[in-house]
């Protein structure tokens, strides 16, 4: 049995969920399905931003170098993306198109603390022999010094994830404001009732701020000393044939992604600008370069496009996730820097779990919006 939503007088929305990227989305989704009356604003076009620009990969990058509640959220995400993906084809009827790939990390030097990580968190690593590893990708160049091969990582494409989340959304009756931003909030005695837009005004029982790289200027002046700020990336896709990349590939903090029906990103940039998502000719060389040393088939491969995003960059990465430590009714889920796709479904999970009042699944705690963050 589901409990009753929180309400206020006057108001058709039980919750309003501030942001419409992929954070915003699953979390209005799981709301949604838990009964609750949801409505979603979107300063722009939804999932058009770092949910629509980013790789998909469904792992941190070096896995055992992310911050153990970072982790946390990606297992469970992980363990539950292939099932979540085909719930979305069945609402929306788009693919999202989760992809079994694996990844093979080179030359990072890192090979056994990748597998105790593994081994301490019940995950599958391997530390190839070169013959394994040109079995595992024949299209890399040269042999690595070394690898790490994870069998279990998945990729999932994000601007077809972005549309069947839409789509899911749709199905359940949740209307989505596009092109509507949040100007203000609407305060009484320490309470937030509703938003102010420039379409006019939202009242809900709850308020969720999950508005990417544009959280920390909604959150200045609320108490929360929240250091969300964008951090631009640049990525370039090649268009392919089928199986000319069969692998996600990791070397140097740079990755390349193969693509069902032969399209191949290669990425990315980790850059201070602001809010510009102007692409730079430096930083498209740069990833072409990146990416044709290590699969040399590549550079037969037009560049189909070159783009940028922006991330919510935070402290170490760890998400804000919960309830505002002083105006009520104000809950976070931002914040997730790189990891937005693989930690998504579980941070809209665990936040639905706490507006719920039920057991979560993961420790809270860690992620609460006034737990210290180094």
Known sequence: M??????????????????????????ARELAREGWRVRVLERGKAGAESSWAGGGILSPLYPWRAPEPVTRLAIWSQRHYHALAEQLRAESGIDPE????GMLLLDSGEGNRARYWAR????RV???EAE???????????????????PEVANIRNPRLVRALRGSLEHLGVPLH???????WLRSEGRIEGVETESGRFEAGCVILAGGAWSGDLLAGTGVSADIRPVRGQMVVFRTSPDRVKRVLLRH???????????VLAGSTLEEAGFDKTTTEEAGRHLVRMATSLVPALGNA????HWAGLRPGSPQGVPLIGPHPELEGLWLNTGHFRNGVVMGPASARLLTDLLMEWPTRLDPSVYAPSAARA
């Open 120 to 123: 301490d968190h019940g995950l």
């Open 178 to 184: 596009e092109e509507t931003p949040v100007t203000g």
């Open 302 to 305: 037009p560049v189909e496009r």
């Open 126 to 128: 391997e530390l190839p």
């Open 132 to 150: 394994r590893v040109a079995q595992l990708e024949p299209a890399l160049g040269e042999a690595p010094k070394d690898a790490v091969w994870m």
């Open 98 to 101: 989760w992809y079994h790939t």
């Open 2 to 27: 589901t409990r009753q939503a929180p309400s206020t007088p006057g108001s058709g929305d039980d919750c309003l969920v501030v942001g419409g990227g992929l954070i915003g989305m699953l979390t």
């Open 253 to 263: 903090d740079h990755y390349i992604i193969p693509r069902r029906d032969g399209y």
